[in-house]
């Protein structure tokens, strides 16, 4: 249903396409585009509002030098992010922002081909289990499989043995910044700034 203050916005049931630095080093998978923010304005994690995940998200990326300014409220905003890109397990706002299995597995193919178009990737940061699980059925594709089972959790690090000439990238898993897990205080900003952190140590530990 279209929100009342953007009832004469168009809106559009094309793929959001991933969004940030060509040549980064740590990529974030978020669930999906939301119907009035990603899906309105085009790029992930845009235009959601004052306070909404979008602006939760850069302001983080922003303390730890991923991102040049702390909000993302349009597609013209100046917002550029460095080392760092950013796109979604789901590529479709799906309904009631829940996108089921099927959903899921239709969009392997545009998972796949963003990565694959990204060189330098060294670590993945999951913001969500669903994220997290779809990132893991990537790996399976690859013949990547890990025994046991990474477990998701906020701040949990994976590692997964590489087959011959290839790199896996490390796999951290964060809750995801939506309205309602920033507004409970499941998650906060110092827990979000503190994943950034440790995943800088990382790519700079893996160079």
């Known amino acids: 249903m279209r929100k009342r203050a953007f009832r004469d916005d168009v809106y559009w049931g094309r793929l959001v396409p991933g969004f940030g630095d060509p040549a980064a080093r740590v990529v974030l998978i978020g669930l999906a585009p939301a119907a009035h923010g990603a899906n309105r304005t085009g790029r992930v994690f845009t235009g959601d509002g004052g306070g909404g995940s979008g602006d939760f998200l850069m302001s983080a990326l922003h303390r730890t030098g991923f991102a040049n300014i ?101 796999l951290m898993g964060s809750y995801h910044p939506s309205r309602q897990n920033t507004h409970t205080g499941k998650l906060t900003a110092r827990m979000l700034e503190s994943v950034f952190r440790t995943a800088r140590r990382l790519v700079e530990d893996a160079d």
């Open 70 to 170: 702390a909000t993302s409220q349009r597609i013209d905003d100046g917002l550029r992010l460095f080392d760092a890109y950013i796109l979604a397990a789901v590529r479709c706002a799906p309904p009631q922002n829940k996108p089921t299995p099927e959903e899921i597995a239709r969009c392997q193919d545009h998972l796949d081909a963003e990565i694959a178009a990204l060189p330098n990737v060294r670590l993945v940061i999951a913001l969500g289990r669903i994220a997290f699980d779809a990132w893991l059925q990537r790996l399976k594709r690859l013949g990547v499989v890990s025994s046991p089972r990474p477990q998701f959790g906020h701040g949990s690090v994976a590692r997964f043995d590489a087959p011959p000439r290839t790199t896996v990238p490390i």
